[in-house]
């Protein structure tokens, strides 16, 4: 199973908009509406930003939004803060092996 | 408040054990299914295994299969990931994981992770 395709990097201004993308296939991303996005800050615990393509959990800012189309999903932060920057990860459930990873894509907040 | 501490990681030689534990407070242990995650230093996430919240149900990457051993003890509220015949390219660092409210496997909460060193 590969991991879903995101881009190594995206890099934005404070309070503009950015957009990460994952890509994947119709077995995973596509087939399924579990899709997962996390903030990773390196040595600390990663953290969900959204789950099943759009709903944030609790305590998490209306900042972060998700969607998807096809087999792209996609994560936008409005409003960027110097706090994004880190490192985020998009998941998809497959029906083998359970779960896909994205190969990350780290934030820039310029 | 919602806490894994994972603990049982260090450095090994190719071929040998080692058992990652990890330890949940805050919340209903035995309600939740569980999963191991790792990412090797400087590189993406990388699902492990998950066990169903009974011990039930339990899958694993195919990179770890036949090698890894996932279980967990309700009764004290930990998790155990058993690692044989460990690879250079098992070095991770490795996170437990509870699995969320989504439709699938998302995961909610996470520990701070463990790092395991496999070198000669």
């Known amino acids: 199973q590969s991991a879903l395709t995101q881009p190594a990097s995206v890099s934005g201004s404070p309070g503009q908009s950015i957009t990460i993308s994952c890509t994947g296939t119709s077995s995973d991303l596509g087939g399924f509406n579990s899709v997962s996005w996390y903030q990773h800050h390196p040595g600390r615990a990663p953290k969900l930003m959204i789950y099943?393509?759009?709903n944030r959990p609790s305590g998490v800012s209306n900042r972060f939004s998700g969607s998807k189309s096809g087999n792209t999903a996609s994560l936008t932060i409005s409003g960027l803060q110097a706090e994004d920057e880190a490192d985020y990860y998009c998941?998809?459930?497959?029906?083998?092996?359970?779960?896909?990873f994205g190969g990350g894509t780290k934030l820039t907040v310029l | 408040e919602v806490q894994l501490v994972e603990s049982g990681g260090g450095i090994v030689q190719p071929g040998e054990s080692l058992r990652l534990s990890c330890a949940a407070s805050g919340f209903t242990f035995s309600r939740y299914w569980m999963h191991w995650v790792r990412q090797v230093p400087g590189k993406g996430l990388v699902w492990v295994s998950l066990i169903k919240s009974d011990g039930t149900t339990i899958t694993y990457a195919d990179s770890v299969k036949g090698r890894f051993t996932i279980s967990r003890d309700n009764a004290k509220n930990t998790l155990y990931l058993q690692m044989n015949s460990l690879r250079v390219e098992d070095t991770a660092v490795y996170y437990c994981?509870?699995?969320?409210?989504?439709?699938?496997?998302?995961?909610?909460?996470w520990g701070q992770g463990t790092l395991v060193t496999v070198s000669s």
């Open positions: 994981a509870r699995d969320g409210v989504g439709s699938g496997h998302d995961f909610d909460s």
């Open positions: 099943d393509v759009s």
């Open positions: 998941s998809s459930h497959t029906s083998i092996p359970e779960v896909v």
